[in-house]
C-alpha cells in the first residue's frame, strides 16, 4: 500500500497560453507535462473535485490544479510496484473510495492508501467493466473478456465471457458457479456479456447477459433462461420507468409481468426479431430497436397492451435510428440521414419549413437545463417549439463530436477537426492549435467542480479556466 502523493510525485510546471480574444487561461498536459499518455479512455470528478483521468497506460490525478501521474501501485503480496496498464474503468463509492479497473487488477484508492487486488491467472483475460453500488452498499464488480476473431475470413463470431464478483465488508464473493460462462455472438455485434443492471424497488438486484436473466436477493438467486425468455442472449435489460422489466434479444422482446415472463416477436407486432435495444419513454411506453445484419429494420413502440412498427419508410428517415429524445408527449428520432417528430401518433420528418434542410447530422442532445441541440454538417440548431433555430453557421463544413453545457450556460463544442467553439450569449470564439489549443480533434468536454472547463482530445488535454473580472 502507498499514499496517492509519493515521493516519485513530481510538481509539474504547466504550459501556460493566452489568447488575446479569450476570457480564459489554457493549461496544456501532454506527455511533456507529465501525463501518462494522450490516449484517455476513462474520466471521473470525485466528491473531493480531484479529477481522475484513466489512460492506455496508467493513471493521472489532477489535485488542485497538480497534476500527479501514476503508473504503477505497491503490490500488496511482493512489495514490488505493478504497474497498472490501460485503465478501463473509475468509479467513487458512498464511501468515498476510488475504484480503478485496469489491465493488471483492480485498485482501490480510500483518501490515504492504494489496495491492489491481483487477479488469479486463470483469470487474468478478466477485467473488470462495470461497478455497480446496491441499497446496501455492496460492491458489484463486472468481469468480462472478449476475443475478437473477425480478423479471420473463416470465423463469423466472436466471443465474449463473463464472471461476477462482489465486494462486502472487506471479504470478496465469487459467483462463478451461478453467474459465469461465455458466448458467441455476432461478429458485429457490440462486445459485451453484461448488457444491464439495476435494483429495482423491492431490492432485487437483476443483471442482464449474454447467457440470460439473473436475480439476487436476499442471497437467492434466480436464473431466467431460453425456458422463461424469448432467448438467453440479452443485449438490454431495462428497468422501465414504470417498474415494469423488459429485456431485448437475439430473437424479440420479454416483458416480466406478474412473476413470469410474456414474450414478443414479428408475429406479435415487432419490425425484427433481432431487438438490440430498448427506451422507456416518460409517458411509460417502451420503444424497442431491431436490426438484421448491419441494416437497420425499424422501430417499435409498445402502447395500449400492443406493438406498433415502423420502418424507415414511416419514419421517413433512413439509416439507423441512433438516438430519442424526449419532448413531453412528443419523441424526435435521430440519424444521420435526418431527424422526424412523432406526435400525435404520426411521424413527419423536419425539412426546410422547420429550419432544417438536407443535410448528414452528427449529434443530437437534450442538456441539463431541457434545451434540445443538433448539429449538421452545415451548422448547429436549438429545438423550440416542433423548429429549429439556427445557432450558429461555420465558414467550412464541420462535423461536430461532443457538445457541452456548463452550469453557467454556456455552450461548448467540440469538432473532429476544426478544434473547439465556445458560444456564450451573442460571442462566439473559435479555438484551433494556433490558440493554444493541444489538438484540433475534441473526443470529450466536461467541467470540474471549480468551474474549469476540460477539453479532451487526441494529443492531450487543454484545461480552460475562466479569467476573474478585473
Same mark, same amino acid.
Given at each position: 500500500?502507498?499514499?496517492?502523493i ?56 489532477? $489535485? ?15 512489495g514490488?510496484? @505493478? ?18 479497473? =485496469? %489491465?493488471?487488477? @483492480? !485498485? *482501490? !484508492?480510500?483518501?490515504?492508501y ?13 477485467i $473488470? ?14 468481469? #468480462? ?5 473477425? &480478423? ?22 465469487n ?26 424497488q423491492?431490492?432485487?438486484?437483476? !443483471? ?8 439476487f ?5 434466480t436464473?431466467? /433462461? ?17 417498474? #415494469?422489466?423488459? =429485456?431485448?434479444? #437475439? ?12 414474450n ?5 407486432? *415487432?419490425?425484427?426479431?433481432? $431487438? ?20 437497420? $429494420?425499424? *422501430?417499435?413502440? !409498445?402502447?395500449?397492451? /400492443?406493438?406498433?412498427a ?10 439507423f ?37 438536407? &443535410? ?6 437534450? %442538456? ?9 454538417g ?11 433555430? =439556427?445557432?450558429?453557421?461555420? &465558414? ?14 454556456? *455552450? ?30 475534441? #473526443? ?11 477539453i ?15
Amino acid at each position: 500500500m502507498q499514499p496517492l502523493i509519493h515521493r516519485t510525485l513530481v510538481l509539474l510546471l504547466c504550459v501556460f497560453v493566452f489568447s488575446a480574444h479569450s476570457q480564459h487561461h489554457i493549461d496544456t498536459f501532454t506527455k511533456k507535462e507529465g501525463l501518462t499518455s494522450t490516449i484517455i479512455t476513462t474520466t471521473l470528478i470525485d466528491s473531493k473535485g480531484i479529477v481522475w483521468l484513466g489512460t492506455d497506460n496508467g493513471l493521472n490525478a489532477f $489535485v488542485n490544479s497538480q497534476l500527479h501521474p501514476i503508473k504503477s501501485i505497491e503490490d500488496n503480496q511482493t512489495g514490488k510496484p @505493478l504497474p497498472m496498464g490501460r485503465i478501463e474503468n473509475i468509479y467513487e463509492d458512498r464511501q468515498r473510495n476510488i475504484w480503478v479497473s =485496469a %489491465d493488471n487488477g @483492480l !485498485f *482501490l !484508492f480510500n483518501g490515504e492508501y492504494w489496495t491492489s487486488f491481483v487477479q488469479k491467472e486463470a483469470d487474468k483475460a478478466y477485467i $473488470v467493466k462495470d461497478f455497480f453500488e446496491d441499497r446496501q452498499g455492496r460492491i458489484w464488480c463486472m468481469q #468480462e473478456y472478449f476475443q475478437d476473431f473477425g &480478423e479471420f475470413k473463416e470465423f463469423k463470431f466472436n466471443m465474449i465471457g463473463g464472471k461476477l464478483q462482489m465486494y462486502e465488508n472487506s471479504r470478496w464473493y465469487n459467483f462463478d458457479d451461478v453467474l459465469a460462462g461465455s458466448s458467441s455472438i455476432d461478429h458485429k455485434s457490440v462486445p459485451k456479456f453484461f448488457t444491464g443492471i439495476f435494483q429495482d424497488q423491492a431490492g432485487n438486484i437483476w !443483471f442482464g447477459t449474454m447467457r440470460g436473466i439473473y436475480r439476487f436477493y436476499m442471497k437467492e438467486w434466480t436464473t431466467y /433462461k431460453k425456458d422463461e425468455l424469448t432467448t438467453e442472449k440479452v443485449f438490454r435489460l431495462l428497468n422501465a420507468r414504470n417498474g #415494469e422489466k423488459w =429485456a431485448a434479444t #437475439e430473437s424479440g422482446v420479454s416483458r416480466f409481468v406478474d412473476g413470469e415472463w410474456i414474450n414478443f416477436t414479428k408475429k406479435d407486432g *415487432l419490425s425484427g426479431n433481432f $431487438v438490440y435495444d430498448l427506451k422507456s419513454d416518460p409517458t411509460g411506453r417502451v420503444w424497442a430497436f431491431s436490426r438484421s445484419e448491419m441494416k437497420f $429494420v425499424g *422501430l417499435c413502440v !409498445f402502447e395500449g397492451g /400492443k406493438w406498433r412498427a415502423f420502418d424507415n419508410n414511416i419514419l421517413k428517415i433512413k439509416g439507423f435510428v441512433e438516438a430519442l429524445i424526449w419532448d413531453g408527449d412528443d419523441v424526435i428520432a435521430f440519424s444521420n440521414d435526418g431527424v422526424a417528430l412523432y406526435h400525435d401518433g404520426m411521424w413527419k420528418r423536419f425539412s426546410k419549413k422547420e429550419g432544417l434542410d438536407k &443535410e448528414n447530422f452528427s449529434l443530437i442532445q437534450k %442538456d441539463r437545463y431541457g434545451k434540445i441541440w443538433l448539429a449538421g454538417g452545415s451548422g448547429l440548431y436549438k429545438y423550440n417549439k416542433g423548429k429549429w433555430d =439556427a445557432v450558429f453557421s461555420p &465558414e467550412k463544413k464541420w462535423t461536430v463530436s461532443f457538445l457541452y453545457v456548463d452550469k453557467g450556460k454556456q *455552450l461548448w463544442v467540440g469538432t473532429e477537426k476544426s478544434g473547439l467553439f465556445h458560444i456564450h450569449e451573442d460571442t462566439i470564439v473559435n479555438y484551433t492549435e494556433s490558440d493554444g489549443l493541444v489538438d484540433d480533434y475534441i #473526443e470529450k468536454i466536461f467541467e470540474d467542480k471549480k468551474g474549469n472547463t476540460w477539453i479532451i482530445t487526441r494529443k492531450g488535454i487543454s484545461l480552460f479556466s475562466p479569467i476573474p473580472d478585473q
